[in-house]
C-alpha cells in the first residue's frame, strides 16, 4: 500500500498523510522479492481494512501486479486478449523513423518473449522498439538504444555471420557508366552517363582462421575455411558491414575462390563481390531473403 511517498516505513505508516500535489506517474520495484503489488486510487479506511487485497479490477484500479513465480506481473493474460502481434522495429542514424525487422503472433504469454540476433546492424547507436498491434494498430513503443561496436568485417546472412578479422582486405570501386563524345569542331569532348547505374565492386582477401574463446584454432582452420566457401557460394545475397559503419548488400560475384599461402595455416582467400542492392532498405532485405517481413517496405 502506497501513502503519499511513505512506503510502511514505521508503525504509523498507515495513517493518513496529507495528499501530494504530484502525480504518481511511474512505481519501480528492485532488490526485493514481491510476491502482490497493488495500486487503486480509492482511499482504504485504515480502521476496517482487514489486509487482504481485492481480486478483480475496478473502475479504480490503476495496478494488480501478482508475481507467481514469474516476472509477468499477472496482467499478462488479460493483454494476450488484445494483443494479436508485436512488432519488433529498428532505427540507425541512416533511418528517419522505426522500420519493422521482426513480427510475431501472440497466442499465450510466452509469445511475448522474444529472442532476436540482429546481424545487419552498422556501427553505432541503434534504437530498437517493441510494439504490439491491438486491433490492427500500433501501441506505445518501448524503445531501448543500444552501441554496436565492433573492430573488423563481417560478411551476414539471417542466421548467421562470419568476422572476416585477420589479414582482410577489400579493394572497392564505385561503379557508373559513362560515355563521351568529341563532336566536330569543338574543342572540349561532351561526357554523357548512361542510366542510373552506381554501386560497389570489389575483391576481398581474408585468412579465415576460427577463434573459440580468445584462441585462434589453427590446426582446424581448413575445416573451417571450406565451411566459409560453402556458405560463400551458396548463391544467396549477403550483408557486408565494416568498422567504420559502411553496410553492402552484396552478392559473390567471382566464378573462383583463390587461395594463397606462405604456410599451410597461412591461406589468404580471395573473392570478388558486387552490390545489388541497398542494405538499409527493408523492401531489399525482404525481396533477398534477409528479413521475413516486409511492412514498411
Request: negative net charge.
Amino acid at each position: 500500500m502506497l501513502l503519499g511517498y511513505t512506503f510502511l516505513g514505521d508503525e504509523t505508516s498507515f495513517s493518513s498523510t496529507a495528499n501530494s500535489a504530484n502525480n504518481l506517474e511511474t512505481i519501480t520495484v528492485k532488490n526485493s522479492v514481491v510476491n502482490e503489488l497493488y495500486v487503486s486510487s480509492k482511499v482504504s479506511d485504515v480502521n476496517n481494512f482487514n489486509g487482504l487485497i481485492p481480486t478483480d479490477w475496478d473502475i479504480d484500479t490503476r495496478l494488480h501486479a501478482s508475481f507467481n513465480d514469474d516476472l509477468y506481473g499477472g496482467n499478462v493474460n488479460f493483454t494476450e486478449e488484445i494483443v494479436s502481434s508485436v512488432r519488433i522495429k529498428r532505427k540507425t542514424a541512416n533511418d528517419s523513423n522505426f522500420k519493422t525487422i521482426y513480427e510475431k503472433d501472440i497466442n499465450n504469454k510466452d509469445d511475448f518473449s522474444i529472442n532476436l540476433i540482429h546481424y545487419y546492424a552498422p556501427i553505432g547507436d541503434v534504437s530498437f522498439a517493441y510494439v504490439p498491434i491491438i486491433s490492427g494498430g500500433e501501441g506505445d513503443y518501448i524503445i531501448n538504444t543500444v552501441k554496436s561496436d565492433f573492430n573488423s568485417y563481417f560478411i551476414c546472412e539471417k542466421d548467421i555471420s562470419y568476422p572476416m578479422v585477420l589479414d582482410t582486405n577489400f579493394n572497392k570501386k564505385r561503379i557508373q557508366r559513362t560515355g563521351l563524345i568529341e563532336p566536330l569542331g569543338r574543342e572540349k569532348p561532351i561526357i554523357f552517363k548512361g542510366g542510373k547505374t552506381n554501386y560497389i565492386t570489389g575483391d576481398i582477401e581474408c585468412c579465415f582462421i576460427e577463434n573459440q574463446n580468445c584462441t585462434w584454432q589453427t590446426e582446424t582452420s581448413w575445416y573451417y575455411r571450406n565451411t566459409i566457401y560453402d556458405f560463400l557460394t551458396n548463391g544467396n545475397v549477403k550483408v557486408l558491414k565494416d568498422y567504420f559503419g559502411n553496410v553492402w548488400l552484396i552478392g559473390v560475384t567471382s566464378d573462383e575462390i583463390t587461395e594463397e599461402s606462405d604456410h599451410p595455416l597461412h591461406v589468404i582467400s580471395k573473392f570478388s563481390v558486387a552490390e545489388c542492392g541497398d542494405a538499409h532498405s527493408i523492401n531489399d532485405l525482404f525481396y533477398n531473403g534477409l528479413l521475413d517481413t516486409n511492412i514498411d517496405g
